[in-house]
């Protein structure tokens, strides 16, 4: 059975899952870390990927990023685990696959769906009862997007930049939606579209895509209300 095409719309975000094959550990100890996110740094500018945001697990990785070109995050993905696979099996004298087979990845509608990508992104490491707070876990981006510590890979979306404009302000908004509860419905959406290939998007983004292409992205036709920053919500 032929695979199924990926829905690729340069210049809106993917939310992209790599997970090692079988569900095999792929970092070892912290040094496996480290070379993972300097490739990161090195191909991501190199394929013209803008990275939002990111945790590593130790099983599987996920990205929030923006390709800019037609090919989407396929060029990237591909020398990212040719490259850190190379790096595990010389250190590890192993052979054969690290990750499995292809990466997952969705669409993400940015207005109403990004910064809840974000959130389900540098969450995971508190859902899966590593840490208390994802302060406390060092390989996510949350320490640069909430805390402000430096990551020059990353490229903060428009939406993240539109939070405040003074940037400790800006960091304190994003931190106060990490004090909201992630409902179950957002997690399961959230899972199902990038584990399906299909878009996470509302009915404006669907309804401005050509007729195949929404075919293609259409997972649920409903769309649901952007997170507004605290400001902007009652007390």
Request: glycine share 6%; proline share 7%; with cysteine.
């Amino acid at each position: 059975m032929p695979r199924q095409a990926r829905l690729r719309i340069p210049g809106w975000p993917l939310h992209v899952i790599q997970r090692g094959n079988n569900r095999q550990d792929c970092f070892g100890e912290e040094r496996d870390f480290r070379v993972y996110l300097l490739l990161l740094d090195e191909l991501s500018s190199l394929h013209g990927c803008d990275v939002h945001a990111y945790v590593l697990m130790t099983n599987h990785v996920h990205l929030l990023l923006t390709p800019r070109g037609p090919y989407g995050a396929s060029p990237l993905m591909k020398a990212l685990g040719q490259r850190f696979v190379q790096y595990v099996n010389r250190k590890h004298a192993r052979s054969g696959r690290l990750f499995e087979g292809r990466f997952r990845s969705c669409i993400v509608d940015s207005d109403e769906y990004l910064l809840r990508c974000h959130r389900y992104i540098e969450m995971n490491p508190v859902r899966a009862g590593m840490v208390a707070h994802p302060s406390r876990y060092k390989w996510s981006s949350y320490l640069a997007n909430g805390e402000g510590r430096p990551c020059d890979f990353l490229v903060p979306h428009a939406l993240y930049i539109g939070l405040a404009s003074e940037a400790e302000e800006r960091r304190r908004l994003y931190r106060a939606l990490f004090e909201l509860p992630e409902p179950p419905s957002e997690l399961r959406e959230i899972r199902q579209a990038v584990n399906s290939g299909k878009a996470l998007a509302g009915e404006s983004f669907l309804a401005n895509l050509d007729e195949k292409t929404r075919a293609k992205a259409t997972l649920r036709c409903r769309g649901r209300p952007r997170i507004a920053p605290p400001t902007e919500r009652s007390a």
